[in-house]
């Protein structure tokens, strides 16, 4: 079981760093959100099918988030727990508290690891910036963001299992720059948002583009050039594993 | 053509020759025919010819393992699931979780009935009567897949359902420690567990 840090007296300090670390974007503390979260969390492990803890796919994407996170100061202190959900639909979401869901069908969606990285560190991206902490309790839970359903221009809800998936504009945003600045402190392309963001499916019903944001990204991604990253043997070895196991069914 | 091409190609018909050799209906010559295939594509990706010749030789023992008996059955309500497993209704889309997979007796020998069993809920949105699910087992041993034991669609009421199968261990088949992966798919969702047991000597 994941000790849980309290992190509630380091704030004010660490809202110094966090400003110079992700560009500005506010954070608060969220204990008192802690309830609600836990209590998504324990409603996503009994109603969903996940991988385990253990296994070699969850191993490689917590050690992936971890080293996103630990690339700003506030990231270390919050006690990150990435999830893999097995749905062949590529989707990743939050729910604050530390707590990121990345679906089988997103880790197979990426072409590269940067690609990858840049689906979890806009999950992080929600939560370094304290949406969590402001959202408003929807039926019980305390608030769930996704990166693949797209934002529309103003704030919506749409429905995750038997969560209530808050999807704001201005916010999807935040988290995608704040990625950026992550991705880029970890040696990521930042440019791999926008490519994630162009190749998402489209005309499904579920992943409508979003112009808006795309514009917002390009407009961001102008003034940073883009790196070759190297895909690390872990995210190869990973791909192979995914691969496997879809052949073998 | 190089060693990467021939590795490649090697992949894609040992994959082609497994799922032959796992289909249950077929006769236990063509099965055969496939494992030895395997076997000569085994020895191709592992640079050995031994190892090539005991993937073969373990596919041919399996060939006669087959299902003995399949049993399914709805062992709770939406209710009573949701109440045994502590998540509420409604939901917005469908899942399939498995809660529990076994294998009984843990050790058995040739000539035995080794009991696969499965429990998993079904969740889907309001009005949902019921929804079709892929149910399949995959024999594996060392982490690799040996034989497609079972695949079979079913259409599930909401909540609780157990599927039970029978297999009887072939008289070759070789001792030693196996797992079977259990798997339930419902559109993008699935899952899978695994379950070992032990073939005595």
Redesign the interface.
């Known amino acids: 079981m994941r000790k849980r840090q309290g992190v509630g007296a380091l704030m004010p300090l660490l809202f110094v760093g966090m400003s110079v670390a992700v560009a500005g974007m506010p954070v608060a503390p969220c204990d008192h959100k802690q309830a609600a979260i836990e209590i998504s969390l ?2 996503i492990v ?4 996940m991988r385990g803890s253990g296994e070699s796919v969850s191993q490689y994407v917590q050690k992936l988030g971890i080293r996103l996170a630990f690339s700003s100061l506030y990231g270390r202190n919050i006690p990150w727990q990435f999830w893999v959900v ?4 590529p989707n990743a979401f939050s729910i604050g508290g530390g707590y990121v869901f990345i679906t089988d ?1 997103a880790v197979n969606f990426v072409r590269n690891e940067s690609e990858l990285a840049a689906i979890l560190a806009h999950e992080l991206g929600h939560e370094l910036a304290g949406h969590f902490c402001v959202a408003p309790d929807l039926i019980d839970f305390g608030g769930l963001f996704d990166i693949f359903s797209a934002p529309k221009t103003q704030q919506h809800q ?5 969560l209530t998936q808050v999807i704001d504009p201005v916010k999807e945003q935040q988290a995608d720059q704040i990625a950026v600045t992550i991705l880029q402190a970890s040696g990521y392309d930042s440019h791999a948002m926008l490519e994630v963001a162009r190749r998402l499916p489209k005309g499904d019903g579920v992943h409508p583009v979003d112009f808006q944001r795309l514009r917002a990204l390009e407009s961001l991604l102008a003034k940073i050039p883009p790196i070759k990253a190297q895909d690390s043997e872990d995210f190869l070895t990973i791909k192979r594993t995914l691969a496997a196991e879809q ?3 | 053509m190089n060693k990467c091409k021939l590795k490649v190609i090697a992949i894609v018909c040992s ?1 082609v020759l497994l799922s032959s050799c796992a289909t249950m209906e077929q006769s236990a010559g063509l099965a055969a025919l496939g494992c030895a295939g395997v076997g000569v594509l085994t020895g191709v990706l592992t640079n050995s010819a031994g190892a090539g010749a005991g993937a073969g030789a373990g596919c041919v023992a399996l060939a006669g393992l087959a299902i003995y008996n399949y049993h399914t059955s709805q062992t709770r309500t939406v209710q009573q699931d949701q109440q045994l ?9 469908t ?4 809660r529990n997979a076994t294998a009984y007796p843990e050790t058995v020998r040739a000539g035995d009935i080794l009991k696969i069993g499965m429990d998993y809920s079904v ?1 889907a949105p309001n009005g949902t009567p019921s929804v079709n699910v892929q149910e ?1 087992m ?1 024999l594996k041993r060392d982490g690799k ?1 040996l034989k497609t034991l079972s695949e079979r669609p079913v259409t599930r009421p909401l909540g609780g359902g157990s599927s039970e199968v029978d297999f009887k261990i072939p008289d070759k088949m070789p001792p030693g420690t196996y797992v079977i ?1 259990q ?1 339930v ?1 419902s559109g ?5 567990r695994p379950a070992v047991f032990v073939v005595g000597s």
Do not use: C, F, H, M
């Not at chain 1, 009994?46 to 099918?49: A, G, K, L, R, V």
């Not at chain 1, 097995?86 to 639909?89: E, I, M």
């Not at chain 2, 497993?85 to 889309?93: E, I, L």
């Not at chain 2, 899942?95 to 498995?98: A, D, F, G, N, R």
């Open positions: 324990q409603r009994n109603e969903w099918p097995r749905n062949l639909a069908g749409v429905g995750v299992g038997s052949a073998t069914w | 994959s497993y502590g998540y509420t209704a409604p939901v917005n889309s899942e399939v979780k498995i969740i399949s995959v897949p992966e798997k798919q993008t969702s699935y899952d899978i």
